[in-house]
């Protein structure tokens, strides 16, 4: 093992993994915005809105991911004749196919507020919005968080893929550097180290948040 | 203060109310009994317009409940209701339950909700438990909170839908006192529930329904000392084993 590798390279690994957090960080926020709308198209009453919604999240949730930046990267160019660039191709793909994830999360959060809510907000003459945020969203959100959390974890890890079409993110730039300096095994469980630190800490807020939501629901 | 005529509603094919015409007089008690099914609680969430029917029409101190004119909203602030699971918002505290609507519907300041609020757990007998979340609360205190809630929008008119279903025994007696001191109050109150020892004693009049039907309406002496209807009869027997003779438990 000689680790002098991963501290001789560390500022050109660190990019790599600014770079990653960049892309997990637009994913996670432009994907949870559209994921926001195609949920609330899914809740909807209205057919317009409801049977594109649906559609649109059944179809990404039946392809992989890769495809879909392959298909962003190397055909959208042939329609529009201007390529995105691998950075926006990829934060692109990520965000249409994590918004159906996250709009799924989203459509059972709400709907597992019961109705009983509703009509008691009604009762007391909430009008549509007022119910929305006062009893709703809050309660919503509550159940919603540990998945979403979740899911940030899980996009954090499949940014990895946007290596395959040349991106310099952290797990292609330890592949580089591998290549430069054939260090495989220290690169390597170097890499999946990060990897598993950054996670765990995900994961841990999510089991913190889910602990901390029941709490407040005990005996419901 | 509440007319209802010629109320019908299906749900699918299946019609839920059949032509229900009853009208409750202010300050007046109206207790609503029934075989489960028989469209007592459809019936009181038509009142609110939580339900829409197709045939008949309703009106609240005469404002129309389905009318293209009103305002739903604004009327079922005016009309207070309790659930049978009480339905408290479980993450606000308990005195958050009862001042969110006056603040956000009635637009009152928080100081003076929250004053008006503590008055009205103070006489539901909790105010000890302001603090709390609903989830911290027995039955019977969460039931009595959300009296409160009601209240607070100070209503006019009070929906029970069977209010002490959900509770275990010992606690229906205090939820029943903090209703009857309602209604000595002079509260028009509509009650949905299988209390009829609660119905003698405070119900003005005594509504039976079955299978989306009025059976009868009686005052509370004449519906139990002289129910007229055999189905009535066969009802009364089953929920209270009661002498129809007059004679009692």
């Known amino acids: 093992m000689d680790l002098n590798v991963i501290t001789e390279n560390m500022a050109y690994l660190a990019g790599g993994l600014a770079l990653t957090f960049q892309i997990a960080g637009l994913a996670i926020a432009c994907g949870l915005c559209w994921g926001i709308l195609l949920g609330m198209g899914r809740l909807s009453k209205n057919r317009l809105l409801y049977y594109p919604a649906s559609a649109y999240v059944q179809f990404f949730r039946g392809i992989p991911l890769i495809l879909v930046i392959f298909w962003i990267y190397f055909l959208l160019p042939l329609i529009t004749g201007d390529s995105l660039g691998e950075f926006l191709a990829v934060v692109v793909s990520f965000t249409l196919y994590e918004a159906s994830y996250f709009a799924e999360i989203i459509r059972s959060g709400i709907q597992s507020v019961p109705t009983g809510q509703v009509n008691a907000g009604l009762a007391t ?34 940014t990895s893929l946007a290596y395959v079409i040349g991106l310099r993110e952290f797990l292609r730039r330890v592949n580089l550097v591998d290549a430069r300096e054939a260090r495989s095994v220290e690169l390597y469980l170097f890499a999946g180290l990060v990897y598993f630190v950054i996670c765990s800490l995900g994961t841990l807020a999510s089991h913190k948040l889910e602990h901390r939501s029941q709490t407040c629901r005990s005996n419901l | ?74 009327l079922r602030s005016h009309i207070g209701m309790v659930f049978q699971h009480f339905e408290l918002y479980p993450h606000k505290t308990i005195l958050e339950n009862v001042i969110l609507a006056p ?27 302001a603090d709390k979340f609903p989830a911290e609360l027995s039955g019977g205190q969460q ?37 009857t001191d309602l209604a000595r109050e002079g509260m028009t109150m509509v009650v949905v529930t299988h209390e009829m020892g609660f119905a003698r004693r405070v119900a003005d009049d005594i509504l039976f329904m079955d299978q989306g039907c009025i059976v009868e309406r009686k005052t509370a002496e004449d519906f139990f000392l002289h129910p007229s209807n055999e189905r009535t009869r066969r009802f009364l027997e089953r929920v209270m084993d009661y002498d129809i003779n007059g004679r009692g438990r």
Not at chain 2, 146 to 174: G, H, N
């Open chain 1, 125 to 158: 003459g909430m009008r549509p919005r007022q119910l929305a945020f006062y009893i709703i969203l809050p309660q919503a959100l509550r159940n919603m968080v540990p998945s979403l959390v979740n899911h940030a974890v899980v996009i954090f890890q499949d």
């Open chain 2, 1 to 74: 203060m509440i007319e209802i005529s010629n109320v019908s509603l299906w749900y699918a094919s299946y019609k839920a109310l059949d032509d229900i015409s009853v009208s409750i007089a202010k300050g007046q008690t109206m207790v609503i009994c029934g075989p489960s099914g028989s469209g007592k609680s459809t019936l009181l969430r038509c009142i609110n317009g939580l339900e829409k029917f197709q045939q008949g029409s309703i009106f609240v101190d005469g404002v129309g409940v389905q009318d293209r004119a009103t305002d739903i909203y604004a």
């Open chain 2, 103 to 129: 603040i956000k519907v009635r637009g009152i300041s928080r100081k003076d909700a929250k004053h008006q609020g503590r008055n009205l757990l103070d006489r539901v007998g909790v105010l000890d438990q």
């Open chain 2, 143 to 179: 039931q009595r909170v959300s009296i409160a809630r009601a209240l607070a929008m100070e209503p006019a008119v009070m929906l029970f839908d069977e209010p002490t279903s959900a509770l275990d025994p010992e606690m229906i007696k205090e939820v029943l006192d903090v209703m």
